[in-house]
């Protein structure tokens, strides 16, 4: 197998999604053309993560080992560094705004005020200068627009003439022992974490085009312990929330109500169960084995619908609350793009329609190529997300070449964001 020190590094991009049921590792190779191609697929079943958290650090290696030995069979090429997914209860976001008098030293042309890259890195340094708990990092910071005296709406403020400049952004941040958490097990299996990113705001650079972000959307990832959810408008993120439920809370409900292993109620999920029963569908029985000497029950597709639909309209109805905290809530041209593993359930459209009132779209990954039958599921939205982000990232900054320790990683967090507001502009 070949070594990344014998490819050449810019040319290969990996990543992982450790989620609450599967650990998902992919790895692709960025052509001349500067498309990304799928090289390795490999998955495996995740038992030590629930909501974002690590719980059992033994099983969340292991799981990571196998779905990374699996993609790089696949790919013939092993792994070094990799984009590493976060998400669960832990992340918190906010918008900011930052203002800054634009610098008088030596203008380009005199009397000229021109904003500098320097201005710009100021202005998002002001914007993120929050007070945060010992324990808290700042994960992201997206720039939603900027402000050049009294002209809204600027994208890229370099080179306007002004005197105040301002930048509006979306903040994200973690709790840094659960990231700690997470870089350590992908340390003993063996890898280093080129960079954390919010699970949502990878799926959403999956499945999302330019034209959604820019005329408003809502991107829902529903995976097993989360669902997740970006407001985008005006090409920026408006609000992040996570939701902490997702599939497990339906496939639980139906284990308790027809008394069944969770293992059962998940198969009967995912063959009999819909969102929202539909009428044009004929409703038969189904019989459910008794557990340890129970006696066999019945039920009906109807029956079974009844117990997961409320359950989705739930979470569905807490993301909607979430949307509307934001404050673009009634410009959403797009409506909602859902994504993740528990959105396959049937007639999940026609429920998340009755709930939104607006479009709906199922989110399928976009933007690689090869492989593609493999990772055509939303499942896959967020690890393809990754390599997506991590390939921009990469296009933008060049390659930083990470190795070290947990606390190396952590302490650059704060220089890579540092050195992204330079690149950026
Ligand atoms: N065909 C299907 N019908 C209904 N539900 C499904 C189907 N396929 C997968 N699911 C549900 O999707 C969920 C898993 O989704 P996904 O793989 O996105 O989760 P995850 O990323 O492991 O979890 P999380 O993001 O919460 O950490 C499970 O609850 C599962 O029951
Ligand atoms: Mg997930």
């Known amino acids: 197998m070949a070594t990344l020190d014998s490819q050449p590094r810019s040319r290969l991009i990996a990543a992982l999604d450790i989620g609450t049921t599967k650990v998902c590792a992919v790895m692709a190779q960025v052509d001349e053309a500067g498309q990304l191609n799928l090289l390795g697929v490999g998955r495996a079943s995740s038992t030590g993560m629930r909501k974002g958290l690590v719980v059992n650090v033994k099983e969340t290696i292991t799981a990571i080992e ?18 590493v997914a976060l998400s669960g209860e832990q992340i918190r976001s906010m918008n900011n705004t930052g203002v800054i008098t634009v610098s008088r030293e030596e203008p380009r042309v005199p009397h000229i005020q021109e904003i500098t890259s320097e201005d710009v890195e100021r202005v998002l340094e002001q914007a993120k200068a ?15 627009e900027f402000k050049v005296d009294q002209h809204e709406g600027i994208k890229a403020p370099l080179g306007h003439i002004g005197h105040r400049l301002e930048a509006r952004v979306h903040l994200v941040t973690i709790d840094e022992p659960t990231a700690q958490n997470i870089i350590r097990c992908v340390e003993a299996a063996g890898l280093f974490v080129e960079a954390l990113v919010l699970a949502p705001l990878a799926s959403a650079t999956a499945v999302l085009e330019q ?32 939701i902490p439920y997702g599939g497990n809370r339906v496939t639980n409900d139906i284990a308790q109500i027809l008394h069944t292993t969770f293992d059962k109620a998940e198969e009967l999920k995912k063959e009999y169960g819909y969102a929202k029963f539909p009428a044009t569908v004929e409703d038969n029985e189904i019989t459910i084995e008794g557990i340890a000497g129970r006696q066999a029950q019945t039920t009906t597709r109807r029956g079974l619908s009844a117990i997961i639909e409320p359950r989705l309209e739930e979470i569905l109805t807490l993301c ?48 690689v190529h090869g492989l593609e039958e493999m990772v055509s599921s939303p499942e896959y939205a967020t690890a393809i997300g990754l390599l997506v982000y991590g390939h921009e990232y990469e296009e933008t900054h060049g390659i930083t070449k990470r190795p070290g320790g947990i606390m190396t990683f952590l302490r650059s967090l704060g220089q890579h964001i540092k050195n992204f507001f330079k690149e950026l502009f």
């Open 211 to 242: 034209t959604e972000k820019d005329q408003g959307v809502v991107l829902i990832d529903m995976g097993a312990g989360t669902t997740e959810l970006m407001v985008y408008y005006d090409g920026g993120v408006r609000h992040t929330a996570v």
């Open 320 to 367: 909607r609350n979430e949307v509307r905290k934001s404050d673009v809530s009634e410009k959403l041209t797009f409506g909602v793009v859902l994504t993740g593993g528990g959105v396959l359930i049937k007639e999940m459209e026609e429920k998340a329609g009755e709930v939104f009132n607006a479009d709906i779209k199922i989110g399928y990954p976009l933007h």
């Open 130 to 144: 929050i007070t945060l708990p010992a324990d808290r990092e700042i994960l992201h910071v997206l720039p939603q």
């Open 66 to 83: 196998k779905a990374v030995e699996e993609a790089e069979a696949q790919a013939d090429v092993s792994m070094d560094g990799v984009y």
